[in-house]
T-cell receptor, first 113, second 111 residues
Framework: GAGVSQTPSNKVTEKGKYVELRCDPI?????LYWYRQSLGQGPEFLIYFQGTGAADDSGLPNDRFFAVRPEGSVSTLKIQRTERGDSAVYLCASSFDGEGGYTFGSGTRLTVV | RKEVEQDPGPFNVPEGATVAFNCTYSNSASQSFFWYRQDCRKEPKLLMSVYSSGNEDGRFTAQLNRASQYISLLIRDSKLSDSATYLCVVFFSGSARQLTFGSGTQLTVLP
């Protein structure tokens, strides 16, 4: 597609539930990033994929968070046993070669109630 | 200490004013520098890259001082449409190959 697509745009879930957030990057972009943005803060790095592999997952806050990119294109961020503190906008970005100048998707606004 | 620090503002300026934003970064090995713009409830969008020699794009001028680890953005002749949050961003192409964002500086241009 023309841009980075994220679905759903909004997700409300109950505390303790499992959620999946999807990112469809720009075609041909090998680098894919997940960020999390809380109100009044800049985006915070979660995980970086180069192709199918997670090149850097140092930003994942704990083992409830996991992300996959099985075919080197679409990525899914998975959050188990959601907590109210997980509420944020989850942003996905892709880049042709990982050298900055990323294009962001419009994000998924996750609300845990 | 945060890796990228910005004055959060808010900056409220009249149309036509000149406004400057500053940013400092802690990782001296940072290699690339950017300013992103983020409108309310929207995703960040690249405004401009920042080069050591300084660079200009219309009303926007970006400066980088590697010795002081300092980045700036100058906006001349502010327009109402410039109202947004401006994010200072650094990139380190090492093992942690990622963009690191500041918290952003909020700008409101008033009529």
């Amino acid at each position: 597609g023309a841009g980075v697509s994220q679905t759903p745009s909004n997700k409300v879930t109950e505390k303790g539930k499992y959620v999946e957030l999807r990112c469809d990057p720009i075609s041909g972009h090998t680098a894919l990033y997940w960020y999390r943005q809380s109100l009044g803060q800049g985006p915070e790095f979660l995980i970086y994929f180069q192709g199918t592999g997670a090149a850097d997952d140092s930003g994942l806050p704990n083992d409830r968070f996991f992300a996959v990119r099985p075919e080197g294109s679409v990525s899914t961020l998975k959050i188990q046993r959601t907590e109210r503190g997980d509420s944020a906008v989850y942003l996905c970005a892709s880049s042709f070669d990982g050298e900055g100048g990323y294009t962001f998707g419009s994000g998924t606004r996750l609300t845990v109630v | 200490r945060k890796e990228v620090e910005q004055d959060p503002g808010p900056f409220n300026v009249p149309e036509g004013a000149t406004v400057a934003f500053n940013c400092t970064y802690s990782n001296s090995a940072s290699q690339s520098f950017f300013w992103y713009r983020q409108d309310c409830r929207k995703e960040p969008k690249l405004l401009m890259s920042v080069y050591s020699s300084g660079n200009e794009d219309g009303r926007f001028t970006a400066q980088l001082n590697r010795a002081s680890q300092y980045i700036s953005l100058l906006i001349r002749d502010s327009k109402l449409s410039d109202s947004a949050t401006y994010l200072c961003v650094v990139f380190f192409s090492g093992s942690a190959r990622q963009l690191t964002f500041g918290s952003g500086t909020q700008l409101t241009v008033l009529p």
